[in-house]
């Protein structure tokens, strides 16, 4: 059992009160994941950069007091490209210019415990083990700011309680994916996958779900015919909510074991496993609520 969250917000005006709204849903669904959590945030702060990479220090020795001033520097000096970290905690975000993926082996080559943990023009990502409400505070996620989000609380069933673990999930860039369920063909999954190249990092059944949608994505599905692809392949009971740079995506299997709830106005689509964590939502008495439908894929644009 797990919680899941999401959160889209129709009006710029509004996009400064992402985190102030979406703490509450999140620490909301804690009795459904109290193991860990974490959320991914979309917004377009790159500034004069080109990408940013979200990285987890908190595998390495220093944790918390990682040197990302350190780091930042021996990018620009190695690699030769202009970088700016921003930090909080054991958490950074890595802004580059140019193509990120030889910053990243550079990173795996250079500093091996330190954990990427998204790559894109507009995906921050954070994930973390324990409480969510801690989690919500070590990264001030009252404060974040930007046009939709996804977030997840996890109860561990199929793999370890550890930050690699924990949702959401990414492959490719400005995408990922938090899962609500059990899928029972995960192996069946990487064993299509890896013999295409697609590396795994973990043993979780999410992450092979990811990695299946971001490869469907690359092969030039659209976002339907992607999540079509999932109805036809996936097996299991499970609500996946994705993020993209410009989207939120909604799907439950064809018996919608896993619940959902989503709540819509003329400012929001607010989505959760439980109604308690839209209850606090501005102008929820007025809002359209309603259980997604089973094998039914819904999708708002940011």
Request: negative net charge.
């Amino acid at each position: 059992m797990c919680g899941i969250v999401g959160l889209l917000l129709k009006k710029p005006e509004l996009y400064d009160r992402l985190g102030e709204f979406m703490v509450p849903m999140l620490v909301g669904m804690t009795e459904r994941g109290p193991d860990s959590a974490g959320l991914a945030v979309f917004s377009s702060s790159v500034g004069n950069f080109d990408k940013k990479i979200s990285l987890y220090s908190g595998l390495t020795s220093e944790g918390a007091s990682f040197n990302w001033q350190g780091l930042e520097g021996a990018i620009n000096q190695h690699l030769g490209i202009p970088a700016k970290v921003h930090a909080v905690n054991n958490h950074a975000i890595l802004y580059i210019s140019g193509n990120p993926e030889p910053v990243k082996h550079w990173i795996a080559e250079n500093y091996p415990k330190l954990y990427v943990l998204s790559t894109g023009e507009k995906i921050d990502l954070y994930k973390d083990i324990g409480l969510p409400a801690s989690i919500a505070d070590r990264y001030d996620f009252k404060n974040i700011k930007g046009s939709h989000l996804v977030g997840h609380t996890r109860m561990a069933t199929e793999s370890a309680v550890t930050p690699e673990r924990a949702h959401p999930f990414t492959a490719g860039e400005d995408f990922c994916l938090v899962h609500n369920g059990s899928l029972s063909n995960p192996n069946y999954i990487r064993r299509m996958l890896e013999p295409r190249g697609i590396k795994f990092e973990t043993d979780n059944d999410t992450e092979a779900a990811c990695r299946f949608i971001e490869w469907r994505l690359s092969e030039g599905d659209d976002l339907k015919q992607a999540l079509q692809a999932c109805f036809d392949e996936l097996d299991g009971f499970y609500t996946f909510l994705m993020g993209t740079a410009d989207s939120l995506a909604l799907v439950r299997d064809p018996f919608a074991c896993k619940p959902a709830m989503v709540a819509e106005t003329d400012d929001y689509v607010a989505i959760a496993s439980e109604f308690r964590s839209l209850a606090h939502l501005p102008d929820i008495k007025n809002a359209n609520v309603f259980e997604p439908a089973p094998e039914e894929m819904y999708v708002w644009a940011a």
